[in-house]
């Protein structure tokens, strides 16, 4: 079990490495030193594990995050669904295959 206000994000590392850009844009939030440093760290790591943040500056981080490109939008999105919690949902749309217009057999054609 993980500590009560920590949040943990799998992040790839192009994914690190754009919000490590991202983070320099980002307007100043309390605790933006601390993430800087974290993202430092994680990026500098060999091995690519989950990236521990403290609640309340992952849900700062979120909320002012500039998503400048992909990369940089998925990853607040796993960081935003983090924070939430809960399951992920798809939002597909069930599909409605339409039914083959075939014409009614009729006695004269017999």
């Known amino acids: 079990m993980r500590p009560e206000g920590v949040v943990r994000v799998q992040w790839t590392r192009a994914e690190l490495l754009a919000l490590r850009e991202a983070i320099e844009v980002t307007p ?7 993430v800087r440093d974290t993202f430092r760290i994680a990026v500098r790591a060999h091995r690519m594990g ?13 909320n002012r995050l500039v998503p400048v490109d992909l990369a940089t939008a998925t990853a607040r999105a796993k960081l935003l669904r983090a924070v939430r919690g809960g399951p ?16 009614p057999a009729t006695a004269a054609a017999a």
């Open 88 to 103: 992920r949902r798809r939002m597909v749309a069930p599909v409605k295959h339409p039914q083959p217009a075939v014409a």
């Open 28 to 34: 100043n939030f309390d605790g933006r030193q601390d």
């Open 50 to 62: 989950e990236v521990e943040l403290d609640g309340e500056i992952a849900e700062r981080l979120a």
